[in-house]
């Protein structure tokens, strides 16, 4: 069956540090590539995702990721994290013409100011 | 705009009772979704309606069932709950097919099973 990891449960770090979040995926074939975040106290909501061409891609708030197909990987990046990035972040994958998203267990990320 | 809205917010039951969950979204999506959080766990999905009229079972569909109700609304129903459906709820809609499409989330229900 296909999976998601996310290699980090808990991430601690202090603000300005380089941040990233680890992603994988077990499914050989097309995929399409999502990283969502939850802040404290509010809903899921989309940072970023990937379908096709760069394989860097950037979303809000100054986060990217890089979808390298060789190493089944989709990690999260960000060249230096504020304390309002203190949220969960979460790996989501499709394949193929197939609705159902497959989630990874989520990240929580703590920034100390 | 409200985008998908979820009630109730939190709910408490005792075994054996039953209860619906109601989410609508005013964002006139076609896909609507349910899923279930747990510590430790990922999403997984329960129950999807790609479009008006359709339903079709996810990942943990064991002791639910849906109804897309029109467009805007999809229920999630607990006939009988049981402690092991514990957990925090979320629907979430999306305009097409669920592939390119960004999916919208609710505030999610807390729901406890006693």
């Known amino acids: 069956a296909q999976s998601v990891s996310q290699h980090n449960h808990h991430v601690i770090l202090s603000e300005a540090a380089s941040l990233e979040l680890g992603c994988n995926y077990s499914y050989g074939g097309t995929v399409n590539l999502f990283w969502y975040v939850q802040y404290p106290g509010q809903h899921l909501q989309l940072l970023l995702k990937y379908f096709s061409g760069d394989p860097l891609v950037k979303g809000i708030k100054g986060f990217e990721a890089e979808f390298i197909k060789s190493k089944f990987s989709f990690n999260l990046r960000k060249p230096s994290v504020q304390w309002s990035d203190t949220a969960e972040y979460f790996c989501?994958?499709?394949?193929?013409?197939?609705?159902?998203?497959?989630w990874g267990a989520g990240t929580k990320l703590i920034i100390k100011p | 705009n409200a985008g998908v809205t979820q009630t109730p917010k939190f709910q408490v039951l005792k075994t054996g009772q039953s209860m619906t969950l109601q989410c609508a979204q005013d964002m006139n999506h076609n896909s609507m979704y349910w899923y279930r959080q747990d510590p430790g766990m990922g999403l997984r999905l329960i129950y999807y309606s790609a479009s008006e009229g359709t339903t079709d079972k996810g990942e943990v569909p064991n002791g639910y069932n849906v109804s897309r109700l029109n467009k805007r609304e999809f229920s999630l129903r607990l006939e009988s709950a049981a402690p092991s459906q514990t957990s925090v709820y979320f629907c979430a809609s999306s305009e097409g097919g669920g592939l390119n499409q960004p999916q919208h989330f609710g505030d999610g229900t807390r729901l406890s099973i006693l």
């Open positions: 989501a994958v499709t394949r193929d013409s197939n609705y159902q998203l497959i």
